[in-house]
């Protein structure tokens, strides 16, 4: 069935370092991959996404990458600070659903440290 | 920046009573979801709506949900006899359509079933 993947659950980075969080989804024919931040008592909110035609995407700190092949994408966050600490959701819109619903990933907590 | 609103923030019920979760859905978006997040796992897909109906649902919404556009501006949930297990964070999401991909999530309805 659909399903999606995330590691890892906490992350744990020095602010300046990089985060990587990574996804892996099971339907081949998936083709639109978005990720959301999420706040302590917030919304989730779509900070960047990408489609199944671009190998990458960057958004001034944040880029995702996605390699079609392996089925998994990833997520970046560079020179990381204090803000940058929430849950982290990736999705993947199934080939299959005419209504692009997503299928979400578990989720990763970043915390970054000061 | 529109966003989608919902109502209540909190709601808290007795097992086999029912509620109704409300959201008011970005005003030009024609998609409206309904996910659910229980403490601690995955954002789950409930169901979709487009053009008055429900256009994709999962094993989830089972006959004890039921959705609704009442009027022009509203999207509901409706959740009959609650089961504990039906305790979990409610999103309502938004999508534009024709070609856009982007879901806006509304903050969540916290339920609670005692």
């Known amino acids: 069935g659909e399903n999606v993947e995330q590691h890892p659950s906490t992350l744990s980075v020095q602010e300046g370092d990089s985060a990587v969080i990574k996804c892996t989804y099971s339907d081949s024919a998936s083709n639109y991959f978005p990720w959301y931040k999420q706040e302590l008592g917030k919304r989730p909110q779509l900070i960047i996404d990408i489609r199944s035609n671009v190998g990458e995407k960057k958004d001034q700190r944040i880029a995702v990458t996605l390699n079609k092949t392996a089925k998994h994408f990833s997520l970046h966050i560079t020179e990381t600070q204090p803000e940058d600490s929430a849950v982290y959701f990736c999705?993947?819109?199934?080939?299959?659903?005419?209504?692009?619903?997503?299928?979400f990933g578990t989720g990763t907590r970043l915390k970054v440290l000061a | 920046e529109p966003e989608v609103t919902q109502t209540p923030s909190h709601q808290v019920t007795q097992m086999g009573q029912e509620v109704i979760l409300r959201c008011v859905p970005i005003?030009?978006?024609?998609?409206f979801y309904w996910y659910r997040q229980i403490l601690g796992q995955k954002v789950e897909f409930l169901v979709s709506?487009?053009?008055?109906?429900?256009?994709?649902k999962s094993e989830i919404f089972d006959d004890q949900f039921s959705v609704e556009r009442p009027d022009g501006s509203n999207f509901t949930l409706k959740i009959r006899s609650t089961k504990l297990e039906d305790s979990a964070m409610y999103f309502c999401?938004?999508?534009?359509?024709?070609?856009?991909?982007?879901?806006?999530f509304g903050p969540g309805t916290r339920l609670t079933v005692t």
């Open positions: 999401a938004s999508r534009l359509g024709q070609g856009a991909y982007e879901q806006y």
């Open positions: 999705a993947a819109r199934p080939g299959a659903s005419g209504t692009y619903k997503y299928i």
């Open positions: 005003s030009n978006h024609l998609y």
């Open positions: 709506f487009y053009n008055n109906e429900i256009s994709e």
